[in-house]
């Protein structure tokens, strides 16, 4: 019966994105506007939500999830439901994705375009920049003091086949913390982030042009 619900689940899955794929193949030919209206939101919330998702499930790996390990077949099967994952730190993990997906696209599109469109591409950077930074600093806070971290504390060894069974994890208060203290050089990674978004904050952004990506294209002349 699970492996039903999982092939039903992924089947459902493909057929959504079989529709947005129809959607972004058709929207350009009928330009009634509820038809590319509804295509829009659609397409909208079909790249929102992946977003979304892998944040909130990246949360919860620093959360830990409940699961049980069949002895026999080493299989692992999550007791929770869906509507668990969706806590208070998994849903800011959750906006902090988004938020840098979104700066992302919108540089790029600063990058690529001019006008208005380029104005708001902008506006865009500026304000998920700033979502990004908050909830960043706020999950970083919350890991240091509102989440207890998992300690490996026994595990088979490196000589024989791996068993998870054979494991004893234990929680501890600041534990995600420790490998900055004991392996200080892991502190960049953090501080990239914060320098990284800084940057793009402040950089100037009238040009449409970066280090990365070329100017936006001129407009072609039409032919006579």
Excluded at 7 to 23: A, C, Q
Excluded at 27 to 37: D, K, L, V
Aim: charged share 10%.
């Amino acid at each position: 019966m699970a492996e039903f619900f999982e092939f039903l689940l992924s089947y459902e899955t493909l057929r959504v994105i079989w529709w947005l794929l129809l959607g972004l193949l058709l929207i350009g030919f009928i330009s009634e506007p509820r038809w590319r209206n509804t295509w829009d939101w659609c397409l909208f919330i079909g790249s929102a939500v992946p977003g979304v998702v892998f944040g909130v499930a990246m949360g919860n790996l620093l959360l830990g999830v409940p699961f049980v390990i069949d002895p026999e077949w080493l299989s692992v099967a999550y007791e929770g439901s869906f509507f668990g994952l969706l806590n208070p730190f998994g849903l800011l993990a959750g906006l902090v994705s988004i938020a840098m997906l979104v700066m992302h696209g919108a540089i790029y599109l600063q990058l690529r375009t001019e006008g208005e469109i380029q104005v708001r591409a902008q506006r865009w950077v500026t304000r998920a920049g700033l979502v990004l930074m908050g909830g960043f600093a706020l999950a970083g806070i919350a890991v240091a003091f509102f989440i207890d971290g998992y300690v490996l504390v026994q595990f088979a060894g490196t000589e024989g086949p791996s068993n998870p069974l054979a494991k004893e994890v234990t929680r501890e208060a600041g534990a995600w913390l420790d490998n900055y203290s004991t392996h200080s050089w892991t502190l960049l990674a953090p501080l990239a982030a914060f320098a990284g978004t800084g940057l793009t904050l402040c950089c100037p952004r009238d040009s449409g042009r970066g280090l990365g990506l070329s100017p936006a294209p001129s407009p072609s002349p039409a032919l006579s």
